[in-house]
């Protein structure tokens, strides 16, 4: 037989005291990211362009950097992994910011 009674949340509390005197000391949060993929861009592209770029559409690059060609048809492209903060995640992926045709951009995959 289910009981009627409702399961009981419990109780949490989050420290906003900024004592420098406090005996106990909280780990600094961690910024969460997200890692993308940015391929099929002109070959002279560097991350500090596309860096500008996609600061200029209101996105927060932690890092970005150019992946290395690794067959030779890739040489045709530049092509970067990017890291950005996870609240700015869907701006990336938002028509808005008008991106090139063909340009391709994808979360990125972890492989072991």
Same mark, same amino acid.
């Given at each position: 037989?289910? %009981?009627?009674? $409702? ?9 906003? &005291?900024?004592? +420098? +005197? ?6 600094? /949060?961690? !910024? ?9 861009? %002109?070959?002279? #592209? *560097?991350? !500090?362009? @596309?860096?500008?770029? @996609?600061? =200029? &559409?209101?996105? *927060?690059? @932690?890092?970005?950097?150019?992946? /290395?060609? $690794?067959?030779?048809? +890739?040489? $045709?492209?530049? &092509?970067?992994? @990017?890291?950005? $903060? =996870? *609240?700015?995640? =869907? ?12 340009? !391709? ?5 972890? #492989?072991?």
């Amino acid at each position: 037989m289910v %009981s009627g009674k $409702k399961k009981e949340v419990p109780r949490r509390l989050v420290g906003v &005291a900024s004592n +420098q +005197q406090c005996a106990i000391k909280a780990v600094p /949060r961690v !910024e969460k990211s997200w890692h993308i993929f940015v391929g099929r861009l %002109s070959p002279d #592209t *560097t991350a !500090e362009v @596309l860096n500008d770029f @996609l600061q =200029d &559409a209101d996105v *927060t690059v @932690l890092k970005c950097w150019p992946l /290395r060609a $690794k067959e030779e048809w +890739q040489k $045709k492209f530049a &092509a970067f992994r @990017l890291v950005v $903060k =996870d *609240t700015d995640m =869907d701006k990336v992926f938002d028509d808005v910011i008008l991106l090139p045709v063909d340009v !391709e951009v994808r979360d990125w995959v972890f #492989t072991s």
